[in-house]
């Protein structure tokens, strides 16, 4: 992948999630410090369960740097200015696995249970179908019941 892919769906844009303003827009490198924050405000039993340490500089600027090769493509929601989850789309460049994509999600504790992680892994449904994938992979625990339901 050399650029960012181009996708029909428009952001950002701003919904109501359980009575809640959430602005939803794609991420660019400029957020590396924003996530940086949000993954140092969970708790660390949330963060056993993620494939990469994204408390670490080093992890996230990798991930940045996805973002801007077009690798990966990560929405994140926004409620008053500060990211609260997101969701990411990541690409293989391995010709023979192009079609497949890894879904990412991840929500704060403290909106949890809202309907937002719903909302997001919708959207990255939606931005999948935009890249043509025709097969989209996800992990999670088997106690994550909202999460499986979608």
Request: hydrophobic share 40%.
């Amino acid at each position: 992948m050399s650029k960012a892919p181009t996708l029909s769906r428009t952001y950002p844009w701003i919904t109501s999630v359980n009575s809640t303003d959430v602005t939803f827009r794609l991420m660019t490198p400029d957020d590396r410090d924003e996530i940086l924050d949000f993954a140092r405000s969970l708790p660390s039993e949330d963060l056993l369960f993620l494939r990469t340490d994204i408390t670490q500089e080093k992890t996230v600027d990798a991930w940045m740097a996805y973002l801007k090769s077009g690798r990966t493509i990560s929405l994140a929601a926004e409620i008053d200015g500060r990211i609260a989850g997101y969701a990411s789309i990541h690409l293989n460049e391995a010709l023979w696995a192009r079609h497949v994509g890894e879904m990412r999600v991840l929500i704060s504790r403290d909106q949890r249970g809202l309907g937002l992680g719903k909302r997001l892994t919708n959207e990255a449904f939606g931005i999948a179908k935009d890249l043509k994938l025709r097969k989209v992979t996800a992990q999670m625990a088997t106690d994550q019941r909202g999460a499986r339901s979608v």
